[in-house]
């Protein structure tokens, strides 16, 4: 049983202790906009904004450089900054796309990064934080088809940045877009499929290359 | 205020001059998510008032000296088009009268929404109103609360706002542009549902006690048809999304 709620519905009326609601005078309420499941008694939002936690793997761009503290644009409210090792050889520069996991969140608002991997090449696609669980699907199903079917290597940050490279980056792009577009609609995984095998053909072999970016969101 | 001195008969025959009765309000449509580009929007006609609504963020707040690294802030821009309305009342920019609007829209938000899960940001509401009938204050809350919903801004509950007034001593509800500019008195209050909070309240000219209370009590009573239809708006939105949300996390 799922239900919509609004900011303001009461979920229960007893405090409970659960994402997305706050609890007045011994009640439970909605805080924002989202659909309630009884069973497993969660609200998952419909609409809203990336908020970081600690764990989330993000994909952003160096913004600014400071001997080895970095900025990196994170496209969220807040500012995060990624803090290089004084021992490590690498360092990066404005411009430079990073793959990292969020290690710290201070404030609610600035995000402390670590265990940074530069992504060379490739493009860099912004979509709506709340669709990246359908773009990479149940067990990564979604993810794992796109990156399939397409020859295509990506990784999806939390943050709702999508890095992409290899030859069906295109196909890729309009296939992450119909997935932003229609993810509340029955049948989403078929119809990519359907979509997908049309333009790019049968199924390809698997490269080393793609099984590993998948692997990271198990 | 127009001249009191060529008022208008308001009342003809204990009935309005739209030929509403006193508790009656005028044909309400929300309808939600209308802009592509903005995060959350709304749109409102509420009898012959047309309002757009538009939220932005929560973003990164700019200039940045003007952040709270404790909460958000929120910025409000009401302005009427220049073709809502007719003469001086329709002149658009940043005049004296949208720029209090502006305040008090953006001082019943801060009341509701969730200002703490967003430090150091800013949220953008715009009101467009395009074409004006009396009551516009109250119709860009209504339809701003509605936006703000639709962007997924955390807050504590849906508000909506809407005016009353009195007429040759009868407490009426819902002014339109005449009424509002020869009645007696007129009060646009906003409200939250939740508990009956009153986040705004503007009164011009007086009531007594028990005008106040009758007229708070109609505002209320007319409160669970806005509500209703705001949270149907809503709904229809992402109706389809409670049929499918089987695949995914």
């Known amino acids: 049983m799922r239900d919509i709620l609004i900011p303001g519905d009461m979920v229960a009326s007893e405090p409970l202790r659960m994402e997305n609601t706050y609890v007045e005078n011994g009640k439970t309420f909605a805080k924002v906009l989202g659909m309630y499941e009884r069973e497993k008694k969660t609200l998952v939002p419909l609409e809203g904004v990336w908020i970081p936690k600690i764990g989330d793997i993000v994909v952003g761009i160096i913004t600014g450089t400071k001997n080895t503290v970095y900025e990196v644009d994170l496209n969220f409210f807040g500012r995060s900054i990624l803090i290089g090792s004084k021992y490590e050889r690498q360092s990066y520069k404005n411009g430079d796309v990073v793959e990292a996991i969020v290690k710290d969140v201070e404030d609610r608002k600035t995000v402390i990064l670590s265990g940074p991997k530069i992504l060379y090449g490739g493009t860099v696609l912004n979509i709506k934080p709340i669709k990246v669980p359908r773009v990479i699907g149940k067990n990564n199903t979604m993810i794992g088809q796109i990156a399939d079917l397409t020859g295509c290597n990506m990784i999806v940050g939390k943050n709702g940045t999508v890095w992409l490279k290899g030859e069906g980056v295109g196909v890729a792009t309009e296939a992450i877009r119909q997935i932003e577009a229609e993810a509340h609609i029955s049948g989403l995984t078929e119809r990519i499929k359907r979509m997908l095998e049309e333009k790019c053909g049968p199924r390809r072999p698997r490269t080393q290359e793609t099984e590993g970016a998948e692997e990271k969101f198990e | ?249």
């Open chain 2, 1 to 249: 205020m127009a001249n009191k001195a060529n008022k208008p008969q308001l009342l003809v025959n204990g009935k309005r001059l739209d030929g509403r009765a006193f508790n009656e309000l005028r044909p309400l449509k929300i309808e939600a998510a209308v802009l592509k580009n903005a995060d959350g929007s709304a749109y409102l006609e509420w009898g012959n008032n047309k309002i757009l609504a538009a939220v932005y963020g929560p973003i990164e707040a700019m200039p940045k000296h003007v952040a709270d690294p404790a909460k958000a802030i929120i910025k409000c821009r009401y302005s009427m088009a220049p073709f809502s309305s007719v003469g001086e009342h329709s002149r658009s920019g940043p005049n004296r009268r949208a720029i209090e609007i502006s305040k008090v829209t953006k001082e019943a938000f801060e009341n509701v929404v969730m200002l703490n899960d967003f430090p150091g940001s800013e949220i953008d509401i715009f009101i467009e109103v395009l074409q004006s009938d009396g009551g516009t204050r109250a119709a860009g809350i209504t339809a701003a609360a509605v936006a703000l919903a639709n962007a997924g801004i955390h807050m504590k509950d849906l508000i909506y706002a809407v005016s009353a007034g009195k007429i040759d001593g009868n407490i009426v509800l819902d002014f339109n542009m005449i009424e509002d500019n020869y009645s007696d008195s007129d009060m646009p209050m906003a409200i939250s549902p939740r508990n009956n909070d009153v986040l705004l309240l503007q009164m011009d000219g007086h009531f007594t006690r028990e005008e106040l209370k009758k007229a708070m009590g109609m505002v209320i009573e007319a409160g669970k048809t806005i509500t209703k239809l705001q949270k149907d708006a809503l709904n229809e939105v992402y109706k389809k999304a409670e049929v499918k949300y089987e695949e995914g996390a």
